[in-house]
């Protein structure tokens, strides 16, 4: 949202939707919980659809265009009600980083992906993507040298739909090592795949969002270079 040629590309047709949602505390860096219920239709419409008219909280007034409380109180027109506001921490985010701060903060969240993505496939005789990002996020498998001959070079085609089960105990065993380390933080995600007929059980894999801004190429391969160290502790490889 803040760059205006990735905005082009990752949200074409954004402008035909009615609502969507976005959570600056990700990728933005603004504290915890930030998220946000864009609108196209106004406020009113969000009132009718999910206002109970709680009439222990809300005592509204017939008359909006008074000066009472009831007027700007939107409680009721909020999923959440209560929360503490949002806007607040956004406000604040917004004002100390400026739109060309948040700019540059997503554009390296993006860049640091591609980048991470290409050095993957650098070593493509060690790792495999399990898609390629187009955001901030990388997902990809270790593949240590006892599975290569299994695993490669064709198994991960989508066509195939056949993603081999061992690599779910590698990526937890490598994850576990690299943490304890405490170097370097990792974690892992599987999905089920429910493209067919049949439903489609994708073994755990790597998962790391791109965020901080003072990741660089260095720490990008840092990251790597310990995956492969720990893969070869385990795996007892030369």
């Not at 503490?84 to 917004?94: A, F, H």
């Not at 064709?154 to 061992?166: H, V």
């Not at 690299?178 to 059980?201: C, F, M, Q, W």
């Not at 790391?208 to 795996?235: A, R």
Request: glycine letters at 6%; a negative charge; charged letters at 30%.
């Amino acid at each position: 949202m803040f760059c205006e040629n990735e905005r082009r590309v990752l949200l074409k047709g954004s402008e035909l939707a009615n609502s969507f949602t976005f959570n600056p505390h990700k990728m933005l860096g603004v504290p915890l919980q930030c998220s946000f219920l864009l609108v196209r239709d106004g406020l009113d419409e969000i009132r009718n659809r999910v206002a109970l008219k709680a009439n222990y909280l809300f005592h509204r007034s017939e008359d909006m265009d008074e000066d009472d409380p009831s007027s700007w109180d939107i409680g009721d027109s909020t999923v959440g009600c209560g929360r503490k506001p949002d806007s607040l921490k956004m406000w604040l985010s917004w004002r100390y980083y400026g739109t060309e701060g948040f700019s540059n903060r997503v554009s390296n969240a993006l860049l640091c992906a591609n980048r991470f993505s290409e050095l993957i496939k650098e070593r493509n005789d060690k790792y495999e993507l399990f898609r390629y990002p187009v955001s901030n996020l990388v997902s990809f498998w270790y593949i240590p040298k006892c599975l290569r001959s299994t695993c490669k070079p064709d198994i991960f085609t989508e066509s195939q739909k056949c993603y081999p089960e061992e690599l779910a105990e590698v990526t937890k065993k490598i994850c576990d090592l690299v943490n304890s380390k405490g170097e370097i933080l990792l974690d892992y995600a599987s999905v089920t795949l429910h493209e067919g007929e049949t439903p489609v059980r994708v073994p755990e894999f790597f998962r790391i969002p791109f965020n901080s801004p003072i990741v660089d190429e260095n720490y990008l391969e840092k990251i790597i270079n310990e995956i492969e160290v720990c893969g070869k502790e385990i795996y007892g490889e030369q």
